[in-house]
Structures are given as structure tokens and as C-alpha cells.
């Protein structure tokens, strides 16, 4: 089945950054697109990022465009999210997926614990 572990939360000020990792044990996730999404407080998670198998294709939320980058190391099966530019709006809990190539959206419902993010203005 394979199993994400998400990690590199922590807690840190508004303009400051934080890299999130997406490690994958049990099976290789390297021929699948892989997405980033968050869960605030009283809110329904939402897409944060995407990138493709080969990792030539990413794709983001309007509203981490600039500030976010996704990436991916498949010889250690790890997804990475960089988050430069913090803001308080960006906290929540931080969860990774395989997601479907043409859409982005997660394959399955099943969520691993996430990483907590949070940013104090």
C-alpha cells in the first residue's frame, strides 16, 4: 500500500520560511503526480500544490503563487514544499497525496497526520 509521512512543520514568523518533506515508504511513488494540501482551523482542506511524475509539471494555488515552490527527489521517494514568505493566513495542517495526473485532485481519502504549520503575524 505505501505509506506519506509528512514532516518540517513548526511554528515561525509571518516573512519567514519553512521547507515541508513528503517522505514515501513501502512502495514508490516516483511514476505518480503528487500534491501538497492544507487544512486550517474550521475550514475545509484545500489544494496547496502539485507536481507531476517526472516532475516537469507543477502547479499551485493562487493564493501560495510566488511564495511556494514543490519539488521532488525520486532516488529517496521525498516530495518537498518550500515556503518562503509566510503569512498568518497560511497556517493549518500540511498533508501530502497522490493526486490524478490531468487533475491534481487527491486519489484517495486517506490522509496521513499532516504537519503542523504556524505562523504568528
Known amino acids: 500500500q505505501g505509506q506519506l509521512v509528512e514532516s518540517g512543520g513548526g511554528l515561525v514568523q509571518a516573512g519567514g520560511s519553512l521547507r515541508l518533506s513528503c517522505a514515501a515508504s513501502g512502495r514508490t511513488f516516483s511514476r505518480n503526480a503528487m500534491g501538497w494540501f492544507r487544512q486550517a482551523p474550521g475550514k475545509e482542506r484545500e489544494f496547496v500544490a502539485a507536481i507531476s511524475w517526472s516532475g516537469g509539471s507543477t502547479s499551485y494555488a493562487d493564493s501560495v503563487k510566488g511564495r511556494f515552490t514543490i519539488s521532488r527527489d525520486v532516488a529517496i521517494n521525498t516530495v518537498y514544499l518550500q515556503m518562503n514568505s509566510l503569512k498568518p493566513e497560511d497556517t493549518a495542517v500540511y498533508y501530502c497525496?497522490?493526486?490524478?495526473?490531468?487533475?491534481?485532485?487527491?486519489?484517495?481519502?486517506?490522509w496521513g497526520q499532516g504537519t503542523q504549520v504556524t505562523v504568528s503575524s
Open positions: 497525496n497522490v493526486v490524478y495526473h490531468s487533475s491534481y485532485r487527491p486519489v484517495t481519502d486517506s
